[in-house]
Every structure is written in C-alpha cells, then in structure tokens.
C-alpha cells in the first residue's frame, strides 16, 4: 500500500483553515483585551516570575484552556472573574515592572486574587501611575516587546531578522532582542543605546 505523501492539497488546505482561525481569534483578543493574550499572558509570565501552570491556576483556568487562549485556538475568556484576575494580574505586573511591588509581595498578592471572585484584591493604585512620574526603563522595553509579538510570534520575528541581517544588522538585532528576547536582555540594550 503506498504511504501518504505529508503536504497533500487536503492537509494544507486545513493548515490554512486553521492559520486563518487563529488569526480571526487574536484579532478578536486584540479588540476584546486591548493585545493577544498570547503577548498578555507571556507578558504576565515574565514580570510575575510565574510558569504557565502557576497563572493558570492563579486565574482559575485549567492549563490546557490557558494554553488554547495563548495559541488562538479560543478566543474568549468565558468566566467574568477569571477576566478581573486578569486585570488584578496586569496591574500587579506593572507595580513590579516599575519597581513598586517587591517578588515576595507580588507572590501574596498573587494569592489574594488566585481566591478572590475576581473583584480588585489590589489597593487601588492606577490613579497613581500617571502621576508617579516618567515609565521605568523596564516599562518602557515591556511595551515596545508587547507591541512587537502582538504584530508577529518570535519566529516570524527571528525571520525578519534574520533576512535583514546582511543590509541593516543593528535593525536585525532590534528585532531580535526586543521581538523574541528576554526582558532582560532588551533593558541592557536600551540602556547602551540612551545617551
């Protein structure tokens, strides 16, 4: 009996089906929760020091529903509480992004909203952000990656990069370090390039 060739018309077919699904999902993510929650989500990871399975826990998702809001297989978060953990989450990651919550307070305010309802657990500080001066460094790398891998995922990031890389290779690692890098590494680019 011959053996299926892998690339059959049918299977790409699917594979752009489902290309087009995903991209359907983000566009509604963007416009239901401001980014993909993909971008969010890794965002959330990175500043509050947490896995997958331990935001998924905080916010009440199972792991595998996590995983599917991250990839665009679903596009909407159905439980309303789950969403204001979501907002309690962000607002929390961007005290520790900007230095005014330490690790082990973020680490208990974790599990004051992981048991709240889903109603704002966190002392209301979003009037003071605007008024508590200029954007740390770390703030202002936090927006400039959200903004890239809400446009495109790492790897099609890396791509660019590396197709730019012979003609203009500082724009190659621009995108390289702030578009599929660490945090911390994108703030030591930075700061080399002010001043």
Known sequence: MPRKIRGSEGESEMDAAQQDATARARDLQRNWYGEPLGALFRRLIDDLGLNQA????????????LSQLMSGQRA???????????????????????????AAEAAE?????????????LNNTSQTTASSGAPTVRRVVREIQSLLRSVAAAGDIIDAADSLTPTHPELAEFLRVYGAGRTADAVAHYESHQG
């Open 109 to 121: 305010r974790m599990e004051e909203v992981k048991k709240s309802a889903g109603g704002s657990v």
């Open 54 to 65: 331990r935001l998924a826990s905080v916010l009440g998702l199972s792991a595998p529903m």
């Open 76 to 102: 909407k978060i159905g439980n309303p509480a789950v969403v204001q953990r979501v907002q309690a989450l962000q607002e929390l990651s961007s005290q520790v992004a900007d230095g005014r919550v330490s």
